[in-house]
């Protein structure tokens, strides 16, 4: 009788390019994990911080934290620099999910069947003012970083302002407010306005997950201590990796779309004077296999 | 014929204490206002500014900003070092607000009948969007006032970790959280729970007004330049500030229990060490002549 029990394939293989690149990003990822398994902890109140914990942990992970920390080791920054950042953005991208999937009158059976959905573990009410408190949470871990004696409150309150923006309406919440309006459509609407789903999907991504991940980055090259023209350029890769993750996520893809944002992203790791390993394994986030082999579980 | 139309009844009288304090808080109040006039402007994407100025304006007005500006001003800073974080605080308990009344199928039915509610302008799904907008638009003005020549990095800082977590877990979010499992509550649970509904309420609004006031004038003093000591001192203060404005706003007083907390708020006034005249003018909050003439209106 064959076994049902699951036992994973062994390959061996020698480390190539791309299983360096894959156990840097792992690496990563382990670290964020790390840090929010110890910043998120169970306490008074229960009510609020036990579902907290459980959302951080079971919300869909994006790369943003991950560009964060990687934008700041690549303009020569250490990790811990940048891993409370990366923290506070998957905090907060937590808390927008939440509201994002929150049942209401008036969009119950709107939200796109292609997305990922979530399992609602708790009442509509715990689960609106769990994410309420979440924004407010990621913020706070970010602001209670500063060390007076480092020096960098400058920086901090730089990527906090990086961090409003890209969080609320010149963010996700105009781009969770497009998709939801494009949902509401109808075929009529759209030739009234002139614009096509194609459009309207498109301005989604860019405003969600595009802006997102150009913050992520760009605030790591913050932190980092990068010049303003490697904030600028890591910010706009940031964008390509955002509008990718878009895309996949929303099953659209591949499409050619993904292989023309590849090639802007490509197209920027030849300008810029990131000429050497590091600068690979950042770009290597474009690729397909890395975005898709990982498979990142903060659990 | 009489006329239809209000003419207000004019009194000539000298300008007596509480006149000269009631013209110092209108002068905060009005200076708060026009900061958030110029601050929050109808601008792209429309969809998401245009009810975010409703409702800052909309919102009911509490004491947490005037404190936070008046704390300032008693520890000897200047009206413009605090006026960003009042007006934050503002927008922050707007969005509060607005989530607290948004209807939701476990709570439509639920929110106790006393309380002010919100005439519903928007569409629910617009109303849960723009409150999330709105938080980190709070903290975005309260980090980009920050001026690096001014070297005060430091202190905004600190008050944004007050604000967040004020408004967080440890603070509105616990007492809304509260609000809503008191109004479940039957007096069967009740019993089970040990806990009566009078001491429900007063978790309630100790951690929502109580904090949240706590918080304004702890802001107030950290980014006036106040003492460690001056600005714990100038927190329990703003804590009872608060109570007093829960008891008020639940329409459940006046009870013994306003006067037992103004006690406490002026025994604050004899062991501290602002024995002057802005120290009269701050304390003349907790009189209700103060809180319940002036009838703020920030539109």
Same mark, same amino acid.
């Given at each position: 009788?064959? @076994?049902? @029990?699951?036992?994973?394939?062994?390959?061996?293989?020698?480390?190539?390019? @791309?299983?360096?690149?894959?156990?840097?990003?792992?690496?990563?990822?382990?670290?964020?994990?790390?840090?929010?398994r110890?910043?998120?902890?169970?306490?008074?109140?229960?009510?609020?911080?036990?579902?907290?914990?459980?959302?951080?942990f079971?919300?869909?992970?994006?790369?943003?934290?991950?560009?964060?920390?990687?934008?700041?080791?690549?303009?020569?920054?250490?990790?811990e620099?940048?891993?409370?950042?990366?923290?506070?953005?998957?905090?907060?991208?937590a808390?927008?999910?939440?509201?994002?999937?929150?049942?209401l009158?008036?969009?119950?059976?709107?939200?796109?069947?292609?997305k990922?959905?979530?399992?609602?573990?708790?009442?509509?009410?715990t689960?609106?003012?769990?994410?309420?408190?979440?924004l407010?949470?990621?913020?706070?871990?970010?602001?209670?970083?500063?060390?007076?004696?480092g020096?960098?409150s400058?920086?901090?309150?730089?990527?906090?302002?990086e961090?409003?923006?890209?969080?609320g309406?010149?963010?996700?919440?105009?781009?969770?407010?497009?998709?939801?309006?494009?949902?509401?459509?109808?075929?009529?609407?759209?030739?009234?306005?002139?614009?096509?789903?194609?459009?309207?999907?498109y301005e989604?991504?860019?405003?969600?997950?595009?802006?997102?991940?150009?913050?992520g980055?760009?605030?790591?090259a913050?932190?980092?201590g990068?010049?303003?023209?490697?904030i600028?350029?890591?910010?706009?890769y940031?964008f390509?990796v955002?509008?990718?993750?878009?895309?996949v @996520?929303r099953?659209?893809?591949?499409?050619?779309?993904?292989?023309?944002?590849?090639?802007?992203?490509f197209?920027?790791?030849?300008?810029?004077?990131?000429n050497?390993e590091?600068?690979?394994?950042?770009f290597?986030?474009?690729?397909?296999?890395?975005?898709?082999?990982?498979?990142?579980?903060?659990?």
């Open positions: 009788r064959p @076994s049902l @029990s699951y036992r994973p394939m062994m390959v061996t293989m020698a480390m190539s390019t @791309s299983n360096k690149n894959k156990s840097y990003w792992t690496s990563v990822h382990e670290d964020i994990g790390a840090h929010l110890q910043a998120v902890v169970v306490k008074e109140p229960v009510e609020v911080y036990e579902p907290m914990r459980h959302f951080v079971a919300a869909p992970v994006n790369m943003a934290p991950v560009l964060c920390v990687a934008a700041c080791e690549l303009v020569g920054g250490h990790r620099q940048a891993i409370v950042a990366a923290a506070a953005l998957h905090v907060m991208h808390a927008s999910f939440i509201h994002e999937n929150l049942p009158s008036d969009r119950t059976s709107l939200i796109p069947k292609s990922p959905t979530m399992y609602h573990a708790f009442k509509p009410n689960e609106l003012l769990v994410a309420d408190a979440m407010p949470f990621g913020l706070e871990l970010l602001a209670s970083s500063d060390n007076p004696a020096n960098n400058g920086r901090i309150l730089r990527v906090m302002v961090m409003t923006r890209a969080m309406s010149q963010g996700v919440v105009e781009g969770q407010y497009n998709e939801l309006q494009c949902s509401q459509c109808d075929d009529d609407d759209r030739k009234l306005n002139g614009i096509t789903d194609v459009e309207m999907t989604t991504y860019k405003k969600k997950e595009g802006r997102l991940h150009a913050c980055a760009a605030c790591g913050i932190l980092g990068g010049s303003e023209k490697e600028e350029l890591l910010r706009r940031g390509y955002g509008m990718i993750q878009g895309i @996520s099953r659209l893809g591949p499409t050619e779309e993904i292989e023309e944002l590849k090639k802007l992203a197209k920027l790791r030849e300008v810029n004077s990131f050497d590091n600068a690979e394994v950042i290597s986030l474009v690729d397909d296999n890395i975005t898709h082999v990982l498979g990142f579980n903060l659990g």
